[in-house]
């Protein structure tokens, strides 16, 4: 029998993103607390494209985060930003995730990243 690897990358991805969502948690329910909220209906997260979390891991592992807490009923809702960058070489703005990198513009690999690395709390919607 083999054992199962733990350093799969699919399990690191997801210990990784399980930790944050740990915290994100946390954040919240002391947010809560103390503006006097026991209930919390709605999460949302904002996630850039170029961020290292991957909005699908942050949702199969928010069931997860949230057992035992007071945000066992909370519903989760991701709002992926884009990946922008603006050409070094011309000053186009354009997707990078898109793009792969490339300016649409003039061919040239060389973007400054303007957005999409973000990973913040958007909004807490109490009941
Ligand atoms: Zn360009």
Do not use: W
Request: charged share 25%; proline share 5%.
């Amino acid at each position: 029998m083999v054992p199962p690897s733990i350093v799969s990358t699919g399990e690191v991805g997801s210990l990784h993103e399980l930790s944050v969502v740990i915290e994100v948690v946390r954040t919240v329910e002391e947010f809560a607390r103390e503006n006097g909220v026991t209930r919390i209906d709605k999460l949302v997260l904002q996630i850039g494209e170029l961020s290292s979390m991957i909005p699908q891991y942050i949702e199969d592992c928010f069931p997860c985060a949230v057992d035992g807490t007071s945000m066992v009923d909370t519903k989760l809702e991701i709002e992926i930003l884009p990946g922008n960058g603006r050409c070094r070489s011309c000053g186009a703005m354009f997707n990078l995730v898109a793009n792969k990198g490339i300016c649409p513009e003039c061919g040239v690999k060389d973007a400054e990243v303007i957005s999409g690395k973000e990973f913040m709390i958007k909004e807490i919607v109490a009941c």
